[in-house]
């Protein structure tokens, strides 16, 4: 039967590529040879890699058996685990397709809802909602019946987002709390997913206005998340190890690296999660009045994104420390915290926070004194907002704008500003954070 490097061969012949082709820029020709004679053994990453250019699942080149064979299955669903929290979502859906595919051919009803399901998160951040639902739905069914408490928590999960970017904020939340539900009837363990569904509650509930609910559920997250930060130290090593790792083309060691990578990633995602239910509970304290404590909470969100390098979620944690800053009146703080927010917003072209930063700036200014400055921000910052469909935002800037104009003595100039807030603020709006989801 074929080895390793046989596929390698073959697959790259198939496809006209030259050895220095396949090796790209991080590759080099001599190496590719190696491997393909069987006498040089690719890191996992490495096997990843070719396997992307080579266009084939990772088990296609692990494994001498069939397709249908389960340790070739399970890699390929690895693989796509890995894809899909690394946020390559087009590679996820490939290779969760063809798992699935895999899966339904065999009749594994098990492994078909856990392809479903990953396949239904991919398409859903490649924003093809209905197609995803549509997979989202066969997945709880099958898991359903299959009475598999860890893939249909994941099935609530994936359909919540869904409604969730809806604005179906009801079926979201009856999404999320059936997810909960099902994690604590069954005693299953998974702290990243129980963490993800409760925040993902919380932010639902704060969308809907309810306040009281969503503090309770981002209370709850904290403390399913909080014990992981003992454990961020453990998760970095071994990624690190994991990447170091040589492979000597055994499915079985292919594996073991697949998963460690996967609990590695897992520990950042809770990392991640527990840094939204900060950011979260923040900014509804800040709603609250109650600014020092959620100064602290913001902070510690900041300190979260910043050792686990989510660069554009420390963006919006300082957007939103800045306006508590501000409302605290401690001006110079607040400025250093929206300077920070806009050096990193532009390293990283976003095109979103920017609009959030001038608001804040332009409430900085108007509480400090300096008007005429104020607003001229307030201005471009609506302008901003406006262009972007930010609509709950623009409606504050207006308001605030409006009755920045009236204390000027100048009414006819608030009108326009005024009616537009009027306009935004009809009923069925979306509410949004002013800090976003972080």
């Not at 209905?130 to 739905?137: F, I, K, R, S, T």
């Not at 100048?410 to 972080?438: C, M, N, W």
Request: hydrophobic share 40%.
């Amino acid at each position: 039967m074929s080895s390793l490097g046989e596929r390698i061969r073959v697959r790259r012949k198939e496809l006209g590529l030259t050895q220095s082709q396949l090796g790209g820029a991080e590759l080099t020709k001599g190496f590719i040879s190696l491997v393909e004679k069987g006498r040089a053994n690719p890191s996992i990453d490495t096997l990843m890699l070719l396997a992307r250019r080579l266009q084939k699942p990772i088990g296609y080149f692990l494994d001498d058996s069939s397709p249908g064979g389960s340790e070739t299955f399970d890699a390929d669903v690895q693989s796509a685990r890995l894809l899909l929290k690394q946020g390559e979502w087009a590679r996820a859906v490939e290779v969760y397709s063809a798992a699935l595919n895999v899966a339904q051919q065999y009749h594994r009803p098990n492994e078909e809802a856990e392809c479903c399901i990953g396949l239904a998160s991919a398409l859903a951040n490649l924003r093809q909602s209905d197609l995803a639902a549509d997979h989202a739905a066969r997945g709880k069914e099958l898991a359903e019946t299959a009475g598999s408490a860890q893939v249909l928590a994941r099935a609530c999960f994936v359909l919540g987002q869904i409604e969730y970017d809806r604005h179906n904020l009801q079926a979201a939340r009856e999404h999320f709390l059936r997810g909960c539900q099902v994690l604590h009837e069954h005693g299953a363990p998974d702290r990243a997913l129980a963490g993800g569904l409760l925040v993902k509650l919380g932010h639902t509930c704060r969308d809907r206005g309810d306040h009281e609910e969503a503090t309770r559920w981002f209370q709850e997250a904290l403390a399913v998340l909080e014990p992981v930060q003992d454990l961020r130290r453990v998760g970095l090593a071994d990624a690190q190890a994991g990447a170091a790792s040589r492979e000597n083309g055994h499915l079985e060691a292919a594996l073991g690296h697949l998963t460690r990578a996967e609990h590695s990633f897992e520990l950042r995602d809770c990392l991640r999660l527990l840094a939204r239910a900060q950011n979260g509970l923040g900014i509804l304290l800040l709603e609250q009045g109650k600014l020092d404590d959620a100064i602290g909470h913001l902070e510690s969100g900041l300190q979260i994104k910043g050792e686990i390098g989510d660069e554009a979620g420390r963006v919006r944690i300082l957007t939103a420390l800045a306006q508590a800053l501000v409302a605290k009146r401690a001006f110079a703080q607040a400025e250093t915290a929206l300077a920070d927010a806009e050096r990193l917003a532009s390293s990283l072209q976003d095109t979103t926070e920017p609009a959030r930063i001038q608001l804040v700036r332009a409430r900085l200014l108007r509480e400090s004194g300096r008007l005429p400055e104020a607003v001229a921000h307030y201005t471009q910052a609506i302008s901003s907002l406006d262009g972007l469909g930010m609509r709950n935002e623009l409606a504050d800037a207006c308001n605030e704008l409006g009755e920045l104009l009236i204390e000027q003595k100048r009414p006819s100039d608030a009108a326009p500003y005024l009616a537009r807030a009027l306009q935004e603020l009809k009923p069925h709006r979306v509410t949004q954070s002013t800090a976003g989801e972080a």
